[in-house]
């Protein structure tokens, strides 16, 4: 039974970097081809994806928040990190981190051109902490 | 304003069956497969159907998702009260450079 648990500052100012860690723990960070993802609650909305790191470092990241996002990954401790610069209030939001799962099917449309469909879920979350960005 | 659209709130009496709806587009639900998620009031949520109708190993088969072109649903029969919760739906979009995107959530009441 895997288990993710974040931490990091609950309170940054205005302008500087939000940083997070996420450490896993009931499994092997390196047992499959997870996307260790990060995904934010903002006040009164709804969820919104932040981006992805696999085990070997390359990332994706949400094309909205990518010129302020950057990830990284420590397998030797079984955690991954994320950094949000410049941030604002608009950033206040819970942020959970997750085990990502992804798959791709495939089909040929009438064209013989090939389409892809996407799986990529969260099978485990995190509780999720509070981030406040006030001065 | 979440990409995906789901009603804010849903409600129903033990043992009814309740469907929570998630309405997307071509380049999103209408191409790629949903999940949905389950958030008890103070928990971290949990993974309730993935691959549009899939249940993990765990989830009742009380719980049911279904897909018909660019919209979603889940199904929840037999209702109990330990089922109210915020219930979200999450695809990719792959307009743009892609993305993952969720629905606003619905929460369910049960009366």
């Known amino acids: 039974q895997v288990q993710l648990q974040e931490s990091g500052p609950g309170l940054v100012k205005p302008s500087q970097t939000l940083s997070l860690t996420c450490t896993v723990s009931?499994?092997?960070?390196?047992?499959?081809?997870?996307?260790w993802s990060w995904i934010r609650q903002l006040p009164g909305k709804g969820l919104e994806w932040i981006g992805y790191?696999?085990?070997?470092?390359?990332?994706y990241y949400n094309p909205s928040l990518k010129s302020r996002l950057s990830m990284s990954v420590d397998t030797s401790k079984n955690q991954f990190s994320l950094r949000l610069t410049s941030v604002t209030a608009a950033d206040t939001a819970v942020y959970h981190c997750?085990?990502?799962?992804?798959?791709?099917?495939?089909?040929?449309?009438?064209?013989?051109?090939?389409?892809?469909?996407?799986?990529?879920?969260?099978?485990?979350w995190s509780q999720g902490t509070l981030v406040t960005v006030s001065s | 304003q979440s990409v995906l659209t789901q009603p804010p709130s849903a409600s129903g009496t033990p043992g009814q069956r309740v469907t929570i709806s998630c309405s997307g587009s071509?380049?999103?639900?209408?191409?790629?497969?949903v999940s949905w998620y389950q958030q008890l009031p103070g928990t971290a949520p949990k993974l309730l159907i993935y691959?549009?109708?899939q249940r993990p190993s765990g989830v009742p088969d009380r719980f049911s998702g279904s897909k018909s072109g660019t919209s979603a649903s889940l199904a929840i029969s037999g209702l109990r009260s330990e089922d109210e919760a915020d219930y979200f739906c999450?695809?990719?979009?792959?307009?743009?450079?892609?993305?993952?995107?969720f629905g606003g959530g619905t929460k369910l009441t049960v009366l």
């Open positions: 999450a695809a990719w979009d792959g307009s743009l450079t892609g993305r993952e995107v």
């Open positions: 071509s380049s999103n639900i209408g191409r790629h497969y």
């Open positions: 691959r549009d109708s």
């Open positions: 009931g499994d092997s960070f390196n047992s499959g081809p997870y996307r």
């Open positions: 790191i696999y085990n070997n470092g390359s990332t």
């Open positions: 997750a085990r990502g799962r992804h798959a791709a099917d495939h089909y040929y449309d009438n064209s013989g051109a090939v389409i892809d469909i996407f799986l990529y879920y969260f099978d485990s």
